[in-house]
């Protein structure tokens, strides 16, 4: 059933309306466990039995709607950063987009998943233009327990206690945005993509420096209300973090609804946004008119 589904999804994607679809239920049990597959946008992946891979695998892409709204910010010759880098889809997207003469700076630090982006950076014969570096940025310096569980997708890997029984601790080590940044003589970001499952903010203050020039990145990141409350902080505390740093413009991201300014009063669920500053507008500009994705 599973490649038969895979065959009928890739020709009719379906965005909309996905996980209603009743031949799917189950579908991640569908997933052949360690298969090489071919996406839609070219990149070879290894797959496996995770909620992680259900659209790569089936659908034939991962998160859709903002790999289309990214590919019109990020252009050839750009610095990238992908901070929580998963399994490494969008570092390799970014090292594609910004060339040879580009430079991405990917972050992963729990081992297992920095593994599994090694791996794709060299499935898709990119790791060249990669410096996959196995720790994560935040505020200070330090070691943190980053906790992934048998029951959730280790794309939840988070610091935050989800108060479950099933979590697995890694040990990992945190640096801060500007050091490293300085340390590598790092010029110009053109955007950052931040998904860390509630400790965006403390990225954000780690990389103060950086992030109020006025040549600082276009930011993608993640607004997870779950995994903030664990931590005692409110979307709000986020946006906050980064008007302090001079981002003024804040927009969510929504197969659905489009690219809308943001709402960042406290909610259930997660919402991808973007951060910009007046002067990043203009660039903005083609993404902010995506709309509504279509195949």
Known sequence: MGRLARAVAFRYP???????????????????????VTAREGLRVRVMPDDTYFNVYFWGDY????????RRIVRRGDVVLDVGANFGWFSTLFARWVGETG????????????AL?????????????????????????????IYTHAGLSHGHATAADLG??????????????DAYCEERGI??????????????????????????????????????SECLLRRSLRRIDVVTALRDLGYTDFF????????????????????????????????????LRTGRLKR
Not at 15 to 21: D, E, F, G, K, T
Not at 105 to 114: K, R, T
Not at 165 to 176: G, P
Not at 196 to 219: K, N, Q, T
């Open 252 to 287: 969510s991201l929504s197969t659905r609804a489009g690219v809308k300014q943001l709402d960042a009063s406290d909610a259930e669920g997660t919402v991808d946004c973007l951060a910009a500053k007046p002067n990043q507008l203009p660039d903005l500009g083609p993404a």
């Open 63 to 70: 998160e859709p709607y903002n790999t289309k709204i990214y």
């Open 187 to 224: 010029g110009p970001i053109r955007f950052m993509k931040v998904d860390v499952e509630g400790f965006e903010r403390d990225v954000f203050l780690g990389g103060a420096r950086v992030l109020s020039a006025d040549d600082a990145p276009i930011i993608a990141f993640e607004l997870n």
């Open 164 to 177: 479950r029984d099933d979590a697995m601790s890694h040990h990992c080590r945190i640096r801060r945005l």
């Open 14 to 36: 379906f965005l909309p309306a996905r996980r209603r679809l009743p031949w799917l239920n189950g579908g991640v049990n569908e997933i052949p466990n360690g298969e090489i």
């Open 117 to 145: 982006t090694t791996e794709t950076l060299t499935l898709n014969g990119v790791g060249s233009r990669v410096e996959l570096n196995a720790f994560g940025l935040g505020q200070e310096e330090t070691t943190l327990t």
């Open 103 to 114: 430079r991405v700076h990917s972050f992963e630090p729990v081992p297992f998943i920095n």
